[in-house]
């Protein structure tokens, strides 16, 4: 299984960013799967993701009514469009999908908000 991310950038506080994710080596659906991301000097944290059984969502309360986690049309691909980016928001993200009780990591993607 393998997990990419794109869509990182360098942005200004109050814009707008969108993060993809596309996992492949894998034919049947992923429920879990969920963002993480780690801001430098600490630790990694749950960004937004999607619940056991897929159909549910949860979000870290500083991303609350900013991001929205998504899925994509096509088979185990997501979405985190995120809006009214602060600087604190610099961080590498993560996608991250379980199955069968283990976890995957894509390598991340460096997304800086400048003030």
């Known amino acids: 299984v393998r997990l990419v991310e794109s869509g990182g950038g360098l942005v200004q506080a109050g814009d707008s960013l969108t993060l993809s994710c596309a996992a492949s080596?894998?034919?049947?659906?992923?429920?879990?799967m969920a963002w993480y991301r780690r801001a430098p000097g600490k630790q990694r944290e749950l960004v937004a993701g999607?619940?056991?059984?897929?159909?549910?969502?949860n979000y870290a309360d500083s991303v609350k009514g900013r991001f929205t986690i998504s899925r994509g049309n096509a088979k185990n691909t997501m979405y985190l469009q995120m809006n009214s980016l602060k600087p604190e928001d610099t961080a590498v993200y993560y996608c991250?999908?379980?199955?069968?009780?283990?976890?995957?990591w894509g390598p991340g993607t460096q997304v800086t908000v400048s003030s």
């Open positions: 991250s999908a379980r199955i069968r009780g283990y976890d995957y």
């Open positions: 080596g894998i034919t049947y659906s992923i429920n879990v």
């Open positions: 999607f619940t056991s059984g897929g159909g549910s969502t």
